[in-house]
């Protein structure tokens, strides 16, 4: 669907444009983006950036659960040849 926009100021016009390219997005992205906000929806790239059930746990371990998890998991690595023959 397409949308027509009366004659933009060119204040805003510029302001829009540099928004934007510091977004890297193209005006209408970006144009886009800001109707979903304003009407409290989530955009599409919101939507494609949607947290996954893993990802509140990426992250949460110290360096030290970290380091002992490897050395507890370190033997996983290991394989039996008598089993594989």
Do not use: C, Y
């Not at 928004?19 to 409290?40: C, I, K, N, P, T």
């Not at 494609?48 to 110290?62: M, Q, S, V, Y």
């Amino acid at each position: 669907m397409k949308l027509e926009v009366p004659q933009l100021d060119p204040a805003l016009w510029l302001r829009l444009n540099i928004e934007a390219r510091h977004r890297g997005l193209a005006v209408s992205e970006l144009l886009l983006e800001a109707l979903h906000q304003f009407l409290g929806m989530p955009s599409v790239r919101q939507q494609a950036e949607k947290p996954t059930d893993f990802d509140r746990l990426a992250g949460t371990w110290t360096k030290e659960e970290a380091a002992e998890f490897e050395r507890n998991t370190a033997a996983f690595g290991n394989i039996d040849p008598d089993i594989w023959a």
